[in-house]
C-alpha cells in the first residue's frame, strides 16, 4: 500500500483542459501475459470522432476479464502512445488505487455518450 500523496501545486484551468479527458465503452479485454506486472489489453470505443483505441492496464486483482467489456471508463487521450512490451498503449486509463495498492477504474455513474469530455 503507498502512502497519501501531498496536494499538488495550483494550477490554472487552462492547465487542466491541457490533459484530455474522455469516457469510453470498453469493447474487449484480454490477457497480456507479455507484461511484467499482471495486466490486460483494452480495446476501448471512443465514439464516431475519436474512433477505438487500446490501453494496458495493471487491474488485474480487482477486475475479471468478463466484467470489463461493456463497461464506461475515462481515460487521457492526448499522451504519445506508449510501447508496453509487443503492445503500444494509446490510452491512459484512470484509476484510483484502493487500500491494497490496487487500481480501480474511474467510470462515470450514470451511461454517457462515448467520446465526452471530463471538465
Do not use: C, H, W
Not at 15 to 37: C, N, Y
Not at 68 to 83: D, E, S, T, W, Y
Amino acid at each position: 500500500m503507498s502512502k497519501l500523496e501531498p496536494v499538488a501545486p495550483a494550477i490554472t484551468y487552462d492547465d487542466f483542459r491541457k490533459t484530455d479527458i474522455r469516457v469510453g465503452t470498453i469493447i474487449e479485454a484480454e490477457p497480456f501475459p507479455q507484461a511484467r506486472r499482471p495486466a490486460y489489453k483494452l480495446k476501448i470505443d471512443f465514439g464516431e470522432v475519436i474512433g477505438l483505441r487500446r490501453s494496458s492496464v495493471q487491474i488485474v486483482p480487482n477486475y475479471r476479464l468478463e466484467e470489463l467489456v461493456g463497461r464506461q471508463i475515462a481515460a487521457v487521450i492526448n499522451f504519445p502512445p506508449k510501447q508496453i512490451g509487443p503492445f503500444i498503449s494509446e490510452v491512459l486509463a484512470l484509476g484510483f488505487e484502493d487500500e491494497a495498492g490496487n487500481v480501480t477504474l474511474v467510470r462515470p455513474d450514470k451511461l454517457v455518450p462515448n467520446g465526452r469530455r471530463l471538465y
